[in-house]
Structure formats: structure tokens, C-alpha cells
């Protein structure tokens, strides 16, 4: 079983690209949600889905968009990138019912903007 | 979702029991207490969950008292490898609004 998976692993943007990350699941999880983790922080939600066409600013949404037109895939855009959103990106999934079921995360994009 | 309160850090040594509390004054009646476990360099995974007295897994205890606005992570006999960071959720098994919020967590360092 896969989980969740997140490509790529790393990447460095300069400042002003744009990129995609991608994440998968094949646990048809209804629940899906974007993080980033700052060193030695924890973790700040940017967005989250609770379906395929249904999304929703989290704690820290700004410079980042979302899609999520099926229900495996929920890719978070970069448009602008700025040195304040270099990070560690963690996607996540999980069936409904958020704060009592258990969410599975991805191995983490890092990210870094020069 | 309630907020929590967890110690920022905290320090054992190789065979000891650690206990973890999280205070969650404001937890509501449909709220369960779920608890992460993050490893430096990998995303969160879940170790335990509950909503009232105890539960206990392979990996841990999860101690909650009757008035549930606190709840204990006990981890037995720890080791090196569970050196990290450790995270307290309260949340609403049945709401649908899809919000998962972490906090800081607690940074538990294993010492030989």
C-alpha cells in the first residue's frame, strides 16, 4: 500500500517561480490537508479538502492555491515563491471526521526558495 | 477544535516511564484526544486515541480523568528511538469541517 505520496521530495525555486506540489492517496480518503513545518516548529495548516471540488483556507493559506478535482489528488500551487515559504511540506489524508480519526502523512516536500 | 497545552520539552533516560500531559480545558462532549508521534525528517504518525479513562496499545497508555480536560501520553521503558516530537489533537469525531489543527508539540529527548 502506498499511503500518501508526495513528489518531488526537494526542490529549490528561486525567488518569483512558480511550482506544484503533488500529493496522492490511494486510501480513498475523503479528508485531505496541506502543512508546513518550519524548523524546529510545528506544523501550520494551509489548506484542506473534505471532498473532491471542496476546499478551505487553514491557519497560514496566503501565497499558496489549491485544486482538488479528484478524490486521490490534492495539489498545492506555489505561484510567487518568496524566501518566507521555504519549508517542509507535509500532505495528509484521512476519512471524515477529522479531530477523531487518524490521519496518514506523507513523507514531506523540502522546499527551499533562494 | 479545543486548543491544547503541552510542555514545550522535555528530557528521560533509556528504560524510564515518560508521561506527556495535555491540558484541553475547553474540550467539547463529541471531542476524542488523538495523539502524533513525528520523527526529525517524516510527517506525523498516529500512536493513540481515546475519549475517556484509559486506553493502551502496543505503543503507549493514554490516561484521561473523568472531568477530561487534561490527558496523559505515558510511553513505558523508553528508548532511544522515541526521541521525538510529540503532539496532543482534540477534535470532534463526527464534525465535518475538516479542520486538523497541530500545535507545537512536546519535544521529548532520550538520553543514554
Known amino acids: 500500500n502506498a499511503g500518501v505520496t508526495q513528489t518531488p521530495k526537494f526542490r529549490i525555486l528561486k525567488i518569483g517561480q512558480s511550482m506544484t506540489l503533488q500529493c496522492t492517496q490511494d486510501?480513498?480518503?475523503?479528508?485531505m490537508y496541506w502543512y508546513r513545518q518550519d524548523p524546529g516548529m510545528g506544523l501550520k495548516l494551509i489548506y484542506y479538502?473534505?471532498?473532491?471540488?471542496?476546499?478551505d483556507k487553514g491557519e497560514v493559506p496566503n501565497g499558496y492555491n489549491v485544486s482538488r478535482s479528484t478524490t486521490e489528488d490534492f495539489p498545492l500551487r506555489l505561484e510567487l515563491a518568496a524566501p518566507s515559504q521555504t519549508s517542509v511540506y507535509f500532505c495528509a489524508s484521512s476519512l471524515p471526521g477529522a479531530g477523531g480519526t487518524e490521519a496518514f502523512f506523507g513523507q514531506g516536500t523540502r522546499l527551499t526558495v533562494v | 477544535l479545543a486548543k491544547t497545552t503541552q510542555p514545550i520539552s522535555m528530557d528521560s533516560y533509556e528504560g524510564q516511564e515518560v508521561n506527556i500531559t495535555c491540558s484541553h480545558n475547553n474540550i467539547a462532549t463529541n471531542d476524542y484526544i488523538t495523539w502524533y508521534q513525528q520523527f526529525p525528517s517524516q510527517g506525523p504518525r498516529f500512536i493513540i486515541q481515546?475519549?475517556?479513562t484509559k486506553v493502551t496499545n502496543e505503543v503507549a497508555s493514554l490516561f484521561i480523568p473523568a472531568d477530561r480536560k487534561s490527558s496523559t501520553l505515558s510511553l513505558p521503558r523508553v528508548s532511544l528511538s522515541d526521541t521525538a516530537v510529540y503532539y496532543c489533537l482534540v477534535g470532534d469525531i463526527f464534525s465535518n469541517t475538516g479542520k486538523l489543527i497541530f500545535g507545537q508539540g512536546t519535544t521529548l529527548q532520550v538520553k543514554p
Open positions: 486510501m480513498n480518503h475523503n479528508y
Open positions: 479538502s473534505v471532498g473532491a471540488g471542496i476546499t
Open positions: 481515546g475519549y475517556k
